[in-house]
């Protein structure tokens, strides 16, 4: 929201429509007061006011939440509404939607009632896995409830009449008042230390809200959850509804139907047993009729009558499949001759000798390229060598002596200049066909174009 901010009035009422709907607190709120300007809109939705001494607020119910309603609202009844706060934009005024609403008198229980069930659901005890099956035929019935009341009386009655075997055993309890909810704890407790009970009735007859609040205490719904038989709840009528019903493993509409839930009727298995026997004796009835008839088939069958007969026929049948046999042991032999004729006239068609000269002859022929090949690498390299030797020979001092020059040795040394030589030193010039022994007699230095000398060739005396 801007500063100075101009608004207009939709804008303002969706605003403030959005902010009532964000705080949670709003979202699910009881609100006591009387009723005033009760409308029933002919739509089936609820119009009205709810006010007290110092303010009032509006009030919408739509059809779908007040259709379960269980009493008639009017002006000036005290009630307890259930619902949440938010705003009419069109209207730009404020309200409560109502979901539930109670009179005033039986809110605060209500109220109770309903956070405890939410308390307890939100801890899974009323989890439809944790609910046990009864025993379809127990021994022992364990029964938690006045020992004076009706309740009583009808449970015993019911068991007697359709389970006689089962044995009753009464934990005495108050069901109504401020010790009944310790008083059904105890007498819960205490069925449960019998190790041979098989099922467990728990509950009382009818009655107002007030007395059936017993079964509405945390403390019984606790106890009936933690037993260790599986429970039966069996409080009030059929539209009475207590957290002992939840928490239980089977809610009974009323105590005589509680009973009859715990046992079987014992008439109606002696009937369910008679029925089962007469079902096995017409079945044994009719396997035996049919067994009979089949052997009585056999008996007269042509297979009875002559059974020479049908040895003669396997026999026959026996015959016929080996001549069948030694035909077609016939027929594959002759095919595998003529496959074995063709093979070998094929044999015959590519002999070995045959292909022994052709390879012969594929050999001679690779052998004598082999060969012409050789002799062409041969005079390949017959004519580089030779054109290697004529350039070898063309660069050989041999070569240049024949045109007139000599090589002039110092002992073992090629001497190029005057200036190792001294008068008197020996020499030795090779020409081309041979050498000679000379002394040196006379040194001449010969002068280069710039003024330095040059070296002529010396004086010789040959020996």
């Known amino acids: 929201m801007k500063p100075n901010q101009v608004w207009s009035v939709t804008e303002l009422n969706r ?21 005033s300007n009760f409308v029933h809109h002919t739509s089936g939705h609820m119009y009205f006011t709810l006010k007290d001494r110092d303010a009032r607020i509006k009030v919408v119910m739509f059809a779908s939440y007040n259709r379960f309603l269980k009493f008639l609202p009017k002006d000036g009844t005290k009630v307890l509404v259930r619902g949440s706060i938010s705003a009419f934009e069109r209207d730009g005024t404020y309200q409560l939607y ?37 025993p379809q035929f127990p021994k022992r019935v364990g029964v938690v409830t006045s020992p004076t009341g009706a309740a009583i009386r009808d449970i015993c009655t019911t068991i007697r009449r359709r389970f006689p075997q089962a044995e009753i055993v009464i934990a005495p309890a108050l069901v109504q008042g401020a010790e009944a909810p310790a008083s059904i704890v105890a007498a819960i407790g205490m069925i449960n230390r019998c190790t041979d009970i098989d099922v467990l009735i728990v509950g009382r007859g009818g009655g107002s809200i007030e007395e059936l609040w017993a079964f509405n205490e945390e403390v019984v719904a606790r106890a009936i959850a ?25 809610r009974a509409a009323t105590p005589t139907a509680a009973a009859e839930l715990a ?53 026959q049948r026996l015959d016929d499949w080996q001549m069948r046999l030694r ?26 000798s045959d292909r022994v000269a052709a390879k012969r002859e594929q050999a001679l022929r690779m052998e004598e390229r082999l060969h012409q090949r050789m002799e062409e690498r041969l005079a390949t390299a017959r004519s580089a060598w030779l054109a290697r030797l004529a350039q070898l020979d063309a660069l050989s001092p041999l070569r240049v002596m024949e045109r007139g020059y000599s090589l002039v040795y110092k002992g073992e040394r ?36 710039d003024g330095s000398e040059k070296d002529r060739t010396a004086n010789t005396d040959a020996v």
């Open 15 to 35: 605003w403030i429509k959005w902010v009532l709907e964000r705080e949670e607190r709003l979202a699910d709120v009881w609100v006591r007061g009387e009723i």
């Open 98 to 134: 109502a979901r539930d609403m109670q009179p005033d008198g039986l809110g605060s229980l209500y109220l109770a009632f309903e956070q405890l069930k939410a308390k307890l659901e939100a801890e899974g005890l009323f989890a439809p896995e944790r609910k046990r099956p009864l």
């Open 226 to 250: 933690a037993s260790r038989i599986p429970v039966i709840s069996a409080v009030g009528h059929e539209t009475d509804f207590t957290i002992a019903d939840f928490v239980a493993d089977v």
């Open 263 to 315: 046992v079987p009727h014992y008439l109606e298995w002696l009937e369910r047993v008679k029925q089962l026997d007469l079902r096995m004796h017409r079945a044994m009835r009719g396997q035996v009729e049919e067994e009979r008839e089949r052997l009585t088939r056999l008996m007269h069958s042509y297979a009875m009558r002559q059974p020479q007969r049908r040895l003669e026929e396997a026999q």
């Open 327 to 352: 035909q077609a042991m016939g027929k594959l032999r002759d095919r595998r001759k003529e496959q074995y004729w063709h093979a070998a006239e094929r044999m015959r068609r590519f002999r070995l």
């Open 414 to 449: 090629l001497v190029k200049s005057v200036e190792p030589f001294a008068i008197g030193d020996e020499l030795m010039v090779r020409l081309k066909d041979g050498s000679i022994t000379a002394h040196v007699t006379e040194i001449v230095r010969e002068e280069k174009a």
